[in-house]
């Protein structure tokens, strides 16, 4: 019972997205579940299934004349139904619920995207500050998702996964005021 995931992140301003590509942005009153896995199973792959999940982020700056007075910033955690996908025969409750911890960690990613963005301050280095951080998020992200994975041995270590369970939701909280 192999997992794999894949995590997309994708940079609004330079990196264009289909605009007809199929999205679901993270909601704690919505959790996913296997109808919502569209894409086409690898046939090479031993993992039963694929979540994939990213931060979509985009921002736009404020100018008078060419000195930068304010900026906004727009971060979400999505998922995409297109590129996931499951074996149907091999699938249970137990997997979905490791995937939807996937997708809960891109969430928790975004609420410290969200922290660290509200702690800038408007100056002429803004958009390199946003950029970086970005960078560095989506690095965190990505490691911490690989340690989910090796750490429960993409779900099969139950006593791992519970604790992964129970220490996403404890860092979801600590974070609630940034959530999406």
Known sequence: MQIKHLIISIFLLFVGSSSNEETIAWSNMRKLTWKDFKGSPNPNSDAVA???????????????GKRII???T??????????????????DDYILAH???HFDITELYVRKFKQQLKRLVVN????????????A????????????????NHSINV?????????????????????S
């Open 50 to 64: 694929l979540t994939a999940s990213g931060i979509t982020f985009g921002y736009s700056v404020k100018t008078a």
């Open 70 to 72: 304010g900026y906004k």
């Open 74 to 91: 727009s971060v979400q955690a999505h998922f995409y139904p297109d590129k996931s996908w499951y074996l149907s025969e091999k699938a």
């Open 99 to 101: 995937e939807q911890l």
């Open 124 to 135: 002429q280095n803004i958009k390199t500050q946003m950029k970086q951080i970005h960078i």
């Open 137 to 152: 998020i989506n690095e965190a992200l990505d490691k911490t998702q690989k340690m989910y994975d090796q750490q429960t």
């Open 159 to 179: 006593e791992a996964q519970y604790y992964w369970e129970n220490y996403i939701k404890e860092e979801l909280k600590k974070l609630d005021t940034f959530k």
